[in-house]
């Protein structure tokens, strides 16, 4: 147990709609990461919140967007989602940037 | 970030050592090598990295080569729960994390 979680556990929608994922860091960490992972392939760095602010971003159009709120919680926002983007969303804190990334259990999005 | 080769998969007895190797030929020399496994559907999880020394903690060893460009990760009596896909990143203080296809570890009775 890492101590990070993630809600929801599943989610379904229908192409077009937006969603919303939230993570919460582990205790003491202040910053989050989200990766998605596609059926069959490793991890997919999507963005890194540190400090509320966003301090990188991957090969994600901006469709997918984020927040951190001040008690280094986050949310990863999709909008005008595709079949493409069923997948398992993870996201994982570290005590501050780059330091050794702790992972939650994932949230499993399937769009039909 | 540099990559890193693994073989696809690996078979492993229960109660023997897993040595799971890595290639990692054009790593700089601020990339640690990190290792994470990945049970199915569940979030990866950190098993352990390093820098230029030898490293060992409660789930795992790694071994690095002395030009750094290999490592050999080390479960020293796996179990069954060991099963999961293992995935070497080699990864500097400074960028996300890359995962590649990792190696699919299945521990047998």
């Known amino acids: 147990e890492t101590g990070v979680t993630q809600s929801p556990t599943h989610l379904i929608k229908t192409r077009g709609q937006q969603v919303t994922l939230r993570c919460s860091s582990q205790?003491?960490?202040?910053?989050v990461s989200w990766y998605q992972q596609a059926l069959g392939q490793g991890p997919q760095f999507i963005f890194q919140?540190?400090?509320?602010?966003?301090?990188g971003r991957g090969n994600f159009p901006p469709r997918f967007s984020g927040l951190q709120f001040p008690n280094y919680s986050s949310e990863l926002n999709v909008n005008a989602l595709e079949l493409d983007d069923s997948a398992l969303y993870l996201c994982?804190?570290?005590?501050?940037?780059?330091?050794?990334?702790?992972f939650g259990p994932g949230t499993r999005l399937l769009v039909l | 970030d540099a990559k890193t080769t693994q073989p696809p998969s690996m078979d492993c007895a229960e109660g023997r050592a897993a040595n799971l190797p890595c290639n990692h030929s054009?790593?700089?020399?601020?990339?640690?090598v990190y290792w994470y496994r990945q049970i199915h559907s569940q979030g990866p999880q950190y098993i352990i990295h390093?820098?230029?020394n030898n490293e060992t903690n409660e789930m795992a060893s790694l071994i690095i080569t002395e030009d750094r460009k290999s490592s050999t990760l080390i479960l020293p009596h796996a179990t069954l729960r060991d099963t999961a896909v293992y995935y070497c990143?080699?990864?500097?203080?400074?960028?996300?994390?890359?995962f590649g296809g990792g190696t699919r570890l299945m521990v047998k009775p």
């Open positions: 205790s003491g960490h202040n910053t």
């Open positions: 919140y540190y400090r509320e602010e966003e301090n």
């Open positions: 390093g820098l230029k």
């Open positions: 994982a804190s570290s005590l501050a940037g780059w330091e050794t990334q702790y």
């Open positions: 054009t790593i700089s020399g601020n990339e640690y």
């Open positions: 990143i080699a990864n500097n203080a400074g960028n996300m994390l890359t």
